[in-house]
Nanobody, 124 residues
């Protein structure tokens, strides 16, 4: 089992950059495929990015391609989401998720573990 804790959210202006972190507790971090999702009231939960347990991929949602980058540091048990050229519509609660030895997936139902999330607010 793994526990996930996100950090790095906050209030930024449109066009700014921000990096989110998700630190995992427990063993075998390198065995987990990791993903970021975001949630808003109007859109619900949507896929942002994922990185395979082997490091292959990554996979990105269409709305963030070219602006967001996911990476992992297995030595630090941490996955990152680097967000640049932020838009107002990127405002959301960002959560990381994990699945053991799983394939990359856009679907939240395929992930077994979730963090509580970190809020990102983008203003004009």
């Amino acid at each position: 089992q793994v526990q996930l804790v996100e950090s790095g959210g906050g209030l930024v202006r449109a066009g700014d950059s921000l990096t989110l972190s998700c630190e995992a507790s427990g063993r075998s971090f390198s065995a987990y495929t990791l993903a970021w999702f975001r949630q808003t009231i109007d859109k619900g939960r949507t896929f942002v990015a994922a990185i395979h347990w082997s490091g292959e991929g990554p996979l990105y949602g269409d709305s963030v391609k070219g602006r967001f980058s996911i990476s992992r540091d297995n030595a630090k048990n941490t996955v990152y989401l680097r967000m640049s050229s932020l838009k107002i519509e990127d405002t959301a609660l960002y959560s990381c998720a994990a699945r053991a030895y799983g394939d990359l997936s856009y679907y939240g139902m395929h992930y077994d573990y979730w963090g509580q999330g970190t809020q990102v607010n983008v203003s004009s």
